[in-house]
């Protein structure tokens, strides 16, 4: 994983906003499929849609692309439906990354034993 980066995201949200959550999320899945550089993008909800997680796998210059130029012009009202609980993120980043996902509380792991086929 020298060269991805991968982040999950646990999100708390009221369920009497879900749908307008749901509709705001696909906006931002069709944005982010354009990316050339996003490997995966993916979001699930628990049953009674108080939680949501996102799992976004990049390579890893993509990720600050994303950050500062698709989710951007969705940001406020996503952080207006949601609360990020935790954000953790693994594999490599940059200054640059790290400074904007610190602002969501970032959690970095590194990798000290392990594979990826």
Avoid: W
Avoid at 4 to 19: G, M, R, S
Avoid at 78 to 89: A, H, R, S
Avoid at 97 to 112: H, K, N, P, S, V
């Amino acid at each position: 994983m020298t060269d991805e980066t991968v982040c999950i995201y646990h999100l708390t949200l009221d369920p009497a906003n879900f749908e307008t959550f749901e509709e705001l999320v696909g906006r931002i899945v069709s944005a982010t499929r354009q990316e050339p550089g996003t490997l995966s993008y993916e979001y699930s909800v628990n049953a009674d849609q108080t939680a949501a997680h996102i799992v976004e796998r990049y390579r890893t210059p993509d990720l600050l692309g994303h950050l500062k130029d698709t989710f951007a012009p969705f940001a406020e009202r996503f952080l207006e439906l949601v609360t990020i609980e935790q954000l953790f993120v693994y594999g490599s980043t940059t200054p640059e990354i790290r400074a904007t996902l610190d602002g969501f509380g970032a959690i970095y792991m590194t990798l000290f034993d392990g594979f990826t086929r």
